[in-house]
């Protein structure tokens, strides 16, 4: 490709990263699926290991099919640098241990993914590292929880599992008067949907295993930046160190799954969008939280920041946890288990599963409920999807 041309998103996420034509002119780059590399002499060793050369050492380190998977990334999330992980939870511990020290503080949003929070109220506390839980969909009180000892914000937007909308620009505005780094979770908009480096984050994380890969093969994780040096640092000082690396062979099915990211995330919300439109009008359910719905608390704030809505969907019915757990019993197309963004339409109860973490007196302080049902709208025909879901919530 035309590395002066300015390509739009759906052309990088098929050509970008690209070194011109593959070995014996293959149309797809091969997999360098081998865990070291040899060299042509002890001088070689030295400019490769003093970084004066692009070669490659070893695979835990780098390795081209790697490589090309992280520039991508980068393209695709308008960073200068990424490091690929093993899963979404290396490179979210991955990047929260690279900015924390003991002594120092993190602030976090108040609905996090179940490992996530985890790692903040549990993990971390272990080395000494405090953490401080806020409402961040409200900013007024953020500088006032900020102190000498605190280094990160971190939040994803849309969260999981209730899509709450956090405004990327005003937090990263105050985070950087008071030189705070912000860490953002993209996983359920994808790179296609929202950029929050070009609002003011500092990092953007995602599970690829989601969207990214897009059918349900692979586990694997990506951390991007525009700071080159700390990308370097990230992955040298922290990924190498603690060993969290993406196999060559995830690296190139997460680059098949990035070709057709942009038609896929289109499907997606297209029918999140109906099936959260017939959920609302359903006498059986009392609530829809889905970006895209004009009364949702978080609309204007995701038409502000994304191009798009997603395709995540959590609601409650009209009935208790028993009742909720018969619907997600009684679906026969929607698939019952955690993880999201394939091809499949998934569903879950969060606090039985993905949240189970959360200690369960407590969560309606983060947002959560006990019969909260979490719906990863996939690519079947929409009207099969409804209709599952419709029969499911007839045997309430």
């Known amino acids: 490709m035309d590395k002066n041309k300015k390509y739009r998103f759906e052309t990088m996420s098929i050509h970008a990263g690209s070194q011109g034509k593959n070995a014996n002119n293959a149309l797809n780059p091969p997999i360098y699926q081998t865990s070291t590399f040899v060299f042509d002499s002890i001088e070689h060793v030295e400019k490769v290991m003093s970084f004066e050369s692009d070669d490659y050492v070893y695979t835990r380190g780098n390795n081209p099919t790697l490589r090309l998977f992280e520039n991508r990334m980068a393209a695709l999330e308008e960073g200068n640098g990424a490091v690929a992980f093993s899963s979404g939870m290396a490179a979210i511990s991955s990047v929260l241990f690279s ?72 937090i990263s505005k105050i985070a950087k008067e008071k030189e705070v780094k912000v860490v953002i979770d993209n996983t359920f908009a994808t790179p296609y949907f929202q950029r929050p480096l070009t609002l003011g984050a500092d990092v953007v994380v995602h599970s690829a295993t989601k969207y990214i890969c897009g059918h349900g093969d692979v586990v694997g994780g990506v951390a991007i930046s525009k700071n080159a040096d700390y990308i370097q640092s990230l992955k040298f000082d922290y990924m190498c160190e603690f060993g969290g690396v993406m196999s060559p062979f995830n690296a190139w099915l997460l680059l098949r799954g990035l070709k057709t990211l942009g038609v896929r995330m289109r499907q997606h919300e297209k029918n999140a969008l109906e099936v959260a439109r017939f959920l609302k009008r359903h006498p059986k359910v009392k609530e829809v939280l889905y970006p895209g719905l004009e009364d949702f608390k978080g609309h204007e704030i995701a038409k502000e920041q994304m191009s798009g809505f997603g395709a995540m969907i959590s609601f409650e019915i009209n009935g208790d946890l028993e009742a909720a757990k018969k619907v997600v019993n009684s679906v026969r197309l929607a698939q019952l288990a955690v993880s999201l963004g394939d091809c499949e339409t998934l569903i879950e109860l969060p606090a039985a599963m993905t949240h189970r973490g959360y200690p369960k007196e407590e969560l309606a302080k983060f947002g959560l409920t006990e019969s909260m049902i979490r719906i990863s709208v996939g690519l079947e025909d929409v009207n099969d999807i409804i209709e599952d879901l419709d029969n499911a919530l007839s045997m309430i």
Do not use: C
């Not at 409402?135 to 102190?147: A, C, E, M």
């Not at 605190?150 to 599992?161: A, D, G, L, R």
């Open 99 to 170: 900015f924390l020290k003991p002594g120092d503080n993190i602030i976090v949003n108040k609905t996090l993914y179940g490992s996530s929070y985890n790692v903040v109220t549990h993990l971390l506390p272990q080395y000494n590292v405090d953490y401080k839980i806020a409402d961040l969909s409200y900013t007024d009180g953020l500088k006032d929880l900020i102190d000498e000892k605190t280094k990160v914000i971190y939040f994803e937007t849309p969260s999981n599992p209730n899509l709450m909308l956090i405004d990327i620009k005003k």
